[in-house]
């Protein structure tokens, strides 16, 4: 039996007896459904508002206009699934290395797309095409907020990601351990353009936006990975 495995087993048990397995797999499950529910819903969306442009914009814009509405569900329904998933990793892992803090900052970046689906980004460049209101231009205070909630939640990642590399590591599971690295290397690739350049480059808005996606894709693998390793402890 791996570490990874021991450890899942040692939080089967409940003091009571009972077995939260079946409550942890639901947890972790959302994390595995998190990443394709937001990208389908982004991807729907963007290739049907007209103006819309993968190369030039970020997935935020889509929250404004026609439909802004559902692009702001897909933020929070999956910033509430990314939590759930933290507090289903917090079980699986525990005891052991990164078992407080991997899961406290996945949850933040949960956290903090939950708060941008609330707080709309202002629109920015050509899309949408939306009348400027009462003559004004420029960042107001709910796109600061949405802006700030996606940096906030995005620079936790790395830190988790590096907390379950060791975790990886150490367990035996070095092919996870190493993606979790390189997780952690793509959002900060992403992210610091995007603050420094923020909202004018286009390149750097895509970049971010695949960096968000990578580690929606990360979280599904290690959701994947934790399921496997509860499976096994049976």
Do not use: E, K
Not at 81 to 109: S, Y
Not at 111 to 134: M, N
Not at 171 to 193: H, K, N, Q, W
């Amino acid at each position: 039996m791996t570490a990874s495995n021991a450890t899942v087993s040692s939080s089967r048990t409940t003091g009571d007896g009972g077995t939260p397995d079946r409550i942890t797999w639901s947890l972790l499950g959302c994390g595995l459904v998190a990443g394709p529910f937001y990208v389908a819903v982004s991807v729907i969306l963007g290739s049907t508002r007209g103006g819309f442009d993968f190369t030039r914009h970020y997935w935020s814009l889509l929250a404004n206009g026609d439909l802004g509405w559902v692009q702001m569900a897909n933020y929070v329904l999956t910033g509430l699934m990314v939590v759930a998933f933290a507090v289903g990793l917090r079980r699986a892992i525990h005891p052991g290395l990164g078992d407080l803090w991997a899961p406290a900052l996945v949850g933040v970046f949960g956290a903090g797309q939950v708060v941008a689906g609330i707080f709309t980004s202002d629109s920015y460049g050509d899309f949408p095409f939306l009348p400027a209101v009462d003559g004004t231009d420029g960042t107001s205070g709910p796109g600061l907020l949405h802006f700030a909630a996606l940096c906030i939640g995005s620079a936790a990642i790395p830190a988790a990601c590096f907390a379950l590399a060791r975790r990886f590591a150490a367990d035996g599971a070095p092919g996870l351990a190493r993606f979790s690295a390189a997780t952690a290397v793509v959002v900060l690739i992403g992210l610091l353009p995007f603050i420094a350049t923020f909202p004018g480059n286009a390149v750097n808005n895509v970049r971010f936006t695949i960096a968000v996606v990578f580690v929606l894709g990360w979280i599904a693998t290690v959701a994947a990975h934790l399921c496997r390793s509860l499976a096994d402890a049976r």
